[in-house]
C-alpha cells in the first residue's frame, strides 16, 4: 500500500492560495465515520489555504468518480448526508475542506477506483446571476485492489486537459451550469 500528500500552490484574482491534499490507507474506520468495512480502502482530505476576502472567494469541490464495479464511467460524486443538490459541488464555503473516505460491504477481489477532484470558484462575475464554474487546480487519487490487496494511489495532479475532458458530462447533469474551459 502506498500513501501521499500533495501541496499545490494556486492563485486566483490576484491572491495566493494552497492546497493540502492527502491520501491515506483507512486503517482506523471508526475514526472517520465509517463501518468497519471500510478498513483497508482509501481516504483523502483536501483543505485549503486562501485569503478569502468576500464574495468573489467562496470556493467548491466538484469530485467525479469513476468505481470500475459500478460501470458507469466517471460520474459526479456528491456529498450523499445531503441527497440531490442543485449545483456540481460536494464542498462549498470559503476554505472548504474536501473528504471522502469509499468503501463497500462487498468483499472485492478486483476493483480500481479513481477520483478526480477539482477546486472551482464561481465563474469570472460570481454575483451576475450566472451559474458559472471555474476550476481552480485538480488532482486524482484512488485505489486498486488485485487480489483482495489493496493499492493506494494519489494525490496527483491533474492538467486544465482532465477537467475540460469532464466538461460536457458536467453541463448534461446540470444544464443550468456553465463549466469555464481550462484552470483560471
Not at 43 to 57: L, N, P
Not at 81 to 107: K, M, N, Q, V, Y
Not at 117 to 139: H, N, Q, W, Y
Amino acid at each position: 500500500m502506498t500513501a501521499g500528500r500533495l501541496s499545490i500552490p494556486f492563485e486566483r484574482d490576484g491572491a495566493a492560495g494552497a492546497v493540502d491534499a492527502e491520501v491515506r490507507v483507512n486503517d482506523d474506520p471508526a475514526s472517520l465515520g465509517c463501518p468497519p468495512c471500510a478498513r483497508g480502502f482509501a481516504w483523502c482530505r483536501a483543505t485549503v489555504q486562501f485569503d478569502a476576502r468576500g464574495y468573489s472567494d467562496p470556493l467548491g469541490w466538484v469530485q467525479l468518480v469513476d468505481w470500475e464495479q459500478m460501470g458507469e464511467g466517471f460520474q459526479i460524486d456528491p456529498f450523499a448526508p445531503l441527497g440531490r443538490i442543485s449545483h456540481p459541488f460536494c464542498f462549498f464555503g470559503w476554505e472548504p475542506t474536501l473528504f471522502d473516505a469509499p468503501h463497500t460491504d462487498t468483499p472485492l477481489q478486483t476493483s480500481d477506483f479513481v477520483a478526480h477532484s477539482f477546486l472551482c470558484g464561481l465563474g469570472p462575475e460570481p454575483l451576475a446571476g450566472r451559474f458559472e464554474a471555474d476550476a481552480v487546480l485538480g488532482f486524482s487519487w484512488g485505489f486498486r485492489v488485485r487480489e483482495g490487496e489493496f493499492e493506494i494511489e494519489g494525490p496527483a495532479l491533474l492538467a486544465p486537459e482532465d477537467w475540460d475532458r469532464h466538461r460536457d458530462y458536467l453541463t448534461a447533469a446540470h444544464p443550468g451550469w456553465t463549466f469555464i474551459p481550462g484552470f483560471t
